[in-house]
């Protein structure tokens, strides 16, 4: 008897013994699992803060990369239009002046910021930059155009002058615009402007401001600037209607030279004595003739940005001799293909729209 309650003595020793040490163990593990978490609280903490110094970083380098682009944009446009300008000036012809004119309105700022830019522009987007490129624009054409040419607005679009000839190849590209301007990103809007777009829309506040319908404060400032210099802007548009007049002539009667207009005209003056001349558009293949067609809808669109928008009722001063040698043009009724019948039919609408007056009806053509 006294050796069996021994033995469960023994044995409840033992037991109470694993149970110690599977309580210890216990603790031991809760108190490990308990440091764990902890420590996985503490790694998160530093991952969040590591997190917020990323992010600060990709902002400051976000911020670093936009004004390092601004100015490269800025200067690259800057020497882009140096180098199209000196161009324009060395160039001995109007057509080789035209091509350099194109590029130095293509290189204004506002010409290359591109669609997918519009993050990175200065605090006031584009209006800033809009209005630096249309005052450099009307102080660079001060440089050709003398108070008393924009005083008179006498333009005759065949001068030989260098100035004059610098003046018609920038009014001729006024309306060009930089494919960088283009979005790639369809979900992204962003207005697309040429110098020419900028001008007419600035003029077209003239009239509410002189009226007190506008306040003049209130305007963007660019609008201000186009409005300072109204009479040379609007020179820039009455150079542009003549010219496109020439080029139209020039692109009907085949001369393709500028510098042979003059005497195409004075030779008609002289040889038939102002009688109608047939213009032969059946002759022209339909890429040529849509050309002209382009060359009257821009003279037309540009007559009534003068007359309807910048000077509202005042008719655009055309220069005489061109205008009459255009009104002494023959109208047809061709038998022709109906593409190339639709364009000449148009062509004609607009030039007479041009002019304001019937050209001289010859009835059908075989």
Partial sequence: ???????????????????????CGVLDDMKSMKDTTEGMA???????????????????LKKTTCATYLDLRQVNAFFARRNALTDLLDANDLNTKVSAAAKYLESYEFQVVKGNDLS?????????????????????????????DIRDIDVDPVLREARFQNMFALALTLHVKNMNQYNDDIDVIHQTFSMMDLLVDALSFSNAVDKEQ?????????????LQNEKKAIYVLQLRTNILIAALINEISGVNDFALLDKLIFDWWRNSGNR?????????????????????????????????IAIPGTTPKLDNRMRRYLNHMEKYH????????????????????LLGERLPDKGGKP
């Fill in 1 to 23: 008897m006294r050796k069996i309650s021994s033995l469960f003595a023994t044995a409840l020793l033992a037991m109470l013994f694993i149970a110690g040490a599977i309580g």
């Fill in 42 to 60: 503490q790694t998160t903490g530093d991952l969040n803060k590591t997190t917020d110094r990323m992010s600060e970083s990709t902002n400051r």
């Fill in 120 to 148: 990175c522009l200065p605090r006031d987007g584009t209006e800033g930059i809009i209005t630096n490129s249309v005052a450099e624009f009307l102080l660079e054409f001060s440089q050709f155009a003398k108070a008393q």
């Fill in 214 to 226: 506008v306040a003049y404060d209130t305007l963007p400032d660019w609008v201000k600037e186009v």
């Fill in 276 to 308: 109608t001349w047939d213009p032969k558009f059946e002759m022209k293949k339909l890429p040529a003739l849509k050309k002209i067609e382009m060359l009257t809808e821009a003279a037309i669109e540009t007559k009534k940005a003068i007359q309807d």
């Fill in 334 to 353: 061709y038998k022709i293909s109906d593409d190339k019948k639709k364009t000449i039919n148009n062509i004609i609408k607009n030039v007479e729209m």
